[in-house]
């Protein structure tokens, strides 16, 4: 067959209807037709709301794991910025508790060293502020060390007390350090004076290792002696100065079978608790020495004959 004779048109299958510079001046001039109309008469209000609530599940499915991450990046940094004020609140919590402990101990030790300064006026003895550093290491004694020593001037048997009462001796002085024996220790003695009834005694020691306690000894059962009387120095030993307080009466038992009261006393000072004490001079140092007899004269001139 001759090529001439062919048809050269497309097949109905084939075939697509308008060209495409139709379509793009038919829908250009239909999109500007609706942007007019829209502008003008808002024709395309219903169809948006339309559109709007048929897509608003979609966008509501979509927005989800935004939200989910958004909010959870939120949280952890609302709970890390609550962790860091609540550690920052505890430290301050802390720190305003340790200020209170502070101002409270500072409170103690204020009234102690005023109570202190109030007893140094009253007593006339010679005397310094020491402070007890720490308790001796012998399980077995109740002694105290306290910062002074020779070179501040301390001696041996110097009188130490708090702001309570007699608290104890210097019993060996190191240069710059001094050993106190308390009055409740076991081998510490100490005369006292009865201030209701003037009656004269020597307080001990409790012979007891934990007692922090005072004992009246060789005391007749019959002795005036009762539950809260006030015992004070008598001064009559050259060490301590009279009327310094020393302790109080606890316990008074009288035994049929022994010649003897069992008298237990409480000491005012603070033995197991004092902080600052006053150092004072023992009396007998403060007395002036006896003088020296001057020699007899001669009853006559050497090389004299009679």
Known sequence: MPLGTLDGTPPPFFRQGPSALS???????????????????????????????????VQWLVMQPVLLTQGGAAYLESLKTSQANEAAARRK????????????????????????????????????????????ADPYTRKVIIDRGALDGIAPGSPVLDETGVLGQVTRVYPMLSEVTLVTDRDQAIPILNTRTGARAVAFGDPALRAS??????MAANADVQVGDLLTTSGVDGVYPPGLPVARVQKVERRVDSAFARISCAPLALVGGAEHVMVLRPVASQV???????????????????
Request: avoid cysteine; charge should be positive.
């Open 23 to 57: 379509k793009l001046t038919f829908f250009s001039a239909l999109a500007l037709f609706l942007m007019v109309a829209d502008a003008r008469f808002e024709l395309a209000k219903p169809l948006r709301s339309a559109f709007a609530t048929v897509l608003y599940p």
């Open 93 to 136: 919590l802390d720190l305003q508790s340790q200020r209170a402990n502070q101002v409270e101990q500072l409170t103690l030790e204020n009234s102690r060293l005023r109570q202190l300064l109030a007893l140094r006026e009253r007593v006339t003895t010679p005397s310094q502020a020491a402070q007890v550093l720490y308790d001796a």
């Open 213 to 218: 306690a005072l004992e009246l000894r060789f």
């Open 288 to 306: 002036a020495p006896r003088p020296v007899p001057e020699a007899p004269a001669l009853a006559g001139k050497k090389g004299v004959k009679k």
